[in-house]
């Protein structure tokens, strides 16, 4: 019984992280949250399954605290580039805080003019400081963050893929995502999977799964390109 809570509980884990990297409002994330109470609240189950850096991203995450907005501050701009060479490539060591900070908290449109105005300072993508400065889980989890706001339909194109190439189906990965984004841009995780992949997520699906479960995922896709 407790390996099955466990599953359940990373499961719901996987979930939320997705749900709030691919989320519109912050109050979706809280309502969502609510619904994953098991007579304790998800941030105490994070709490006791995770540790760490790789903790504070996901509590950061399912607290739906991101700036929703719009808003360029061009000084916070510079600043917060600043702050993250200053954070790991500059200096002996990483602080992971303010990574931590600068990711889980700023706009969308912020975050791509940091990642650029950073790209100008450091001569490096944001992506290879984070694989060079940051290990394990938490590195996985600032790439995502990462990956998302660049482009959030290739990001859960990108899931899918790995989900079914090679050997055996990631089959946790695949349902989570095809229920989760059916409704929402499906349509648009669809064209990127096919420029990034040079087939369709429809043919991927029929070629790596069969019988009812080949048959729900399909009419989730819905249609083929």
Known sequence: AASISRLVLRGQIALECDRALGKTLNSEVANFTLLLEYGRSLED???????????RVLVSLSAGGRDEGNYLDD???RQDAQDLYEAGEKKWGTDEVK???VLCSRNRNHLLHVFDEYKRISQKDIEQSIKSETSGSFEDALLAIVKCMRNKSAYFAEKLYKSMKGLGTDDNTLIRVMVSRAEIDMLDIRAHFKRLYGKSLYSFIKGDTSGDYRKVLLVLCGGDD
């Open 45 to 55: 189950d994070i709490r006791s399954d995770t540790s760490f850096m790789f903790q």
């Open 75 to 77: 000084a916070l701009v």
């Open 99 to 101: 990574f931590l900070t």
